[in-house]
């Protein structure tokens, strides 16, 4: 149990120092984790509307801010370029994003197009069952693809590796509120890019 909170805490230090040095990403991120939380609570209630929060908000927020708000450039607190970066990323990478991304985007286009998903479901009834039908297409969209990562790094890596990354995962929207919850007063001063001491300090 120790060596597994052990490549946790790895995990989530890697994840911080290389992927988060925006101050806009890092509050989209604390965006995104507040309403994780909240779509959490939903998915007891009605799994379809949790789904439809955590796409629409908290996915949506939390790509948005690696996507056009983290540099890209020469990373001088790690000394590590972005290929490399991407290269070692555990999770998903900017590539792999992309081809996730990609398939949320076309669930409601396929759902309008063929309602029964090649005869699959029994399609919701008007404009309501459409929406409803998407929404549990991006939930398991979510979880597919939060179990094809995991075992894919049972291959890549090894077993305890997927498991910490997909406890990582699930438990990232709590521990993003407790890293990130000043980055929004950090944002306001005029701080476009976290200085990072912390990593400065250990790297060196």
């Known amino acids: 149990m120790n060596e597994f909170l052990q490549a946790l805490k790895t995990q989530r230090w890697d994840d911080h120092r290389y992927y988060h040095h925006s101050r806009i990403n890092q509050s989209l991120h604390l965006l995104s984790a507040v309403s994780f939380v909240v779509a959490y609570g939903l998915l007891f209630i009605?799994?379809?509307?949790?789904?439809?929060?955590?796409w629409l908000?908290?996915?949506c927020s939390r790509q948005a801010g690696h996507f056009f708000f983290e540099p890209r450039g020469y990373d001088h607190v790690n000394q590590a370029t972005h290929e490399h970066k991407e290269e070692i990323k555990v999770?998903?990478?900017?590539?792999?994003?992309?081809?996730?991304?990609g398939l949320w985007a076309a669930a409601p286009v396929l759902?309008?197009?063929d309602p029964s998903?090649?005869?699959?479901?029994?399609?919701?009834v008007g404009f309501a069952g459409w929406v409803h039908d998407v929404g549990l297409f991006w939930l398991a969209l979510g979880v597919g693809g939060l179990l094809f990562r995991t075992v894919h790094l049972f291959f890549l890596k090894d077993v305890r590796t997927g498991l910490v990354w997909m406890t990582k995962i699930l438990t990232d929207p709590f521990?993003?509120?407790?890293l990130y919850h000043r980055a929004p007063l950090a944002l306001?001063?005029?701080?476009?890019?976290?200085?990072?001491?912390?990593?400065?300090?250990?790297?060196?």
Do not use: T
């Open 57 to 59: 908000v908290s996915m």
């Open 111 to 113: 759902l309008a197009a």
């Open 46 to 54: 009605d799994p379809a509307l949790s789904a439809l929060v955590a």
């Open 91 to 101: 999770g998903y990478n900017l590539r792999r994003k992309v081809v996730l991304m």
């Open 188 to 204: 306001l001063r005029g701080e476009l890019i976290d200085p990072m001491p912390h990593a400065q300090a250990r790297h060196g």
């Open 117 to 124: 998903c090649f005869g699959l479901i029994v399609p919701g």
């Open 175 to 178: 521990h993003d509120i407790w």
